[in-house]
């Protein structure tokens, strides 16, 4: 397994990386993990309100939606003898933060407040975010949000504005006790699946295996390399269809990836410069 940034450090109380899969061929919308999510973590009420995007009432993960159940709906061919009979497929996918392995948002985080837990997962100190917003841009996902509140004053702790960056721990409270995310907990269908990443690993390689033999010829594992642009996910995906029509990108890279280059570039460009500054002064003298 390639090794999270800053996961090593840990050394003796280094524990084993435990991430999600979530199998979406047995999602079944309930948004079970939603409504878990929330409660669990004391997240502020959003997503009330009618999208237009089918049962689909958050539309994307923000800082009050950690688990976002997308639902999206194809029409697909009935019939084998192509007579036009088309009828509606629904793809159902309870997407979260990746976790990813070489993180961008850990590079980019003046404070600290983002950090990497023992468990190989990525969590942010809300005691230590001073609300910067670098975060945000840098997640290739969108996963990370500055939240913004409307007064509410049945929940005076939620009252004024924000403006910190909040996102999924994959419950690390939980995983301190012992215990499973709360979402995963809550999945009917077992569609979240938790535990230690290469055992979900092997587990996600058999389930591909008996869906692609049962003629899901759609069916792929998404995020579940180690050799893609971010790692590997710490939470990755089974899906019946292409990333993109779930919302998500197909081919995602860690932003960061070319910041030792690009600092290599400009300090040989400043080099070059003061070179060439010393070489006229001297010359302007002779």
């Not at 996918?93 to 990497?116: I, M, N, Q, W, Y």
């Amino acid at each position: 397994m390639t090794v999270a940034d800053g996961w090593e450090t840990y050394a003796d109380e280094q524990q084993e990386r435990v991430g999600f899969f979530t199998d979406t061929s047995v999602c079944i919308g309930c948004k079970a993990c939603e409504v878990a999510c929330k409660e669990w973590n004391a997240i502020p009420e959003d997503g009330l309100a009618f999208t237009g995007h089918s049962y689909d009432n958050t539309v994307q993960l923000d800082a009050n939606s950690w688990r976002h159940v997308a639902f999206v709906e194809q029409e697909q061919p009935l019939r084998a003898n192509g007579d036009g009979s088309t009828g509606l497929r629904w793809l159902m996918e309870s997407d979260v933060c990746k976790h990813c392995t070489h993180a961008a948002c850990l590079d980019v985080c003046p404070t600290g407040a983002l950090f990497r837990t023992e468990f190989g997962t990525v969590v942010v100190q809300q005691d230590v975010c001073n609300g910067c917003g670098y975060c945000v841009p840098a997640c290739p996902f969108g996963v990370l949000d500055k939240r913004h509140l409307a007064p509410a004053p049945d929940l005076p702790a939620f009252a004024k504005e924000d403006g910190r960056v909040w996102k999924c721990t994959l419950c690390y409270d939980r995983l301190k006790g012992g215990h499973e995310p709360a979402c995963a907990k809550a999945c009917p269908t077992k569609s979240i699946q938790f535990g230690p990443l290469d055992e979900l690993r092997e587990r996600a390689d058999a389930r591909l295996e008996k869906l692609t033999a049962a003629g899901a010829d759609g069916a792929q594992l998404y995020g579940r390399d180690p050799e893609d642009g971010v790692g590997g996910f710490g939470a990755f995906f089974l899906l019946l269809d292409d990333p993109e029509v779930y919302g998500l990108p197909p081919d995602p890279v860690v932003t960061t990836r070319d910041l030792p280059e690009m600092w290599t570039n400009m300090l040989a460009a400043a080099a070059a410069m003061l070179v060439g500054v010393a070489a006229a002064f001297v010359g302007g003298r002779s």
